[in-house]
């Protein structure tokens, strides 16, 4: 028995594809997007769990003597969480763009590679 020229065979098969396909570059589009927030939203400058105001400084101590071993203020805060924020966007936004190329050159392949029967 040959399915030769059966429309509901073709269908069936383009329409797991196309599924695929759509969930692939809607989560990579969706992923890239979160990158993307990542990079441009500012951080709020930290200082251990607590938020810092503009003039405030924040001091380190050590566990073994209780000296400062560090101190910063708000901005110098602000900005190394804004570079490790950024970091890690730019990786979040790379995954996501290789997921939307995946799900289009998933497409382009189904398209050129299916079967005419």
Same mark, same amino acid.
């Given at each position: ?7 509901? +065979?073709?269908? /069936? !098969?383009? /329409?797991?594809?196309?599924? =695929? @396909? ?6 990579? =589009?969706?992923?890239? *997007? @979160?990158?993307?927030?990542?990079? @441009? ?9 607590? &938020?810092? $105001?503009?003039? !405030?400084?924040? $001091? ?15 901005? $110098?805060?602000?900005? !190394? ?9 730019? &990786? @979040? %936004? *790379? &995954?996501? /763009? ?7 050159? *998933?497409? %382009?392949?189904?398209? +050129?590679? +299916?079967?005419?029967?």
């Amino acid at each position: 028995m040959t399915t030769t020229g059966n429309p509901e +065979r073709k269908v /069936g !098969q383009w /329409g797991c594809m196309s599924v =695929i @396909v759509l969930v692939l570059l809607t989560a990579g =589009i969706w992923v890239g *997007l @979160v990158g993307k927030d990542m990079i @441009v939203d500012e951080p709020p400058a930290l200082c251990g769990g607590q &938020i810092m $105001e503009e003039d !405030q400084t924040c $001091e380190s101590y050590s566990r073994s003597n209780g000296k400062t071993t560090d101190t910063f203020g708000a901005e $110098e805060a602000a900005n !190394q969480q804004d570079t490790a924020k950024d970091f890690f966007g730019w &990786i @979040v %936004v *790379l &995954i996501g /763009g290789t997921m939307a190329l995946a799900g289009g050159g *998933l497409a %382009v392949m189904a398209i +050129r590679y +299916r079967k005419d029967d």
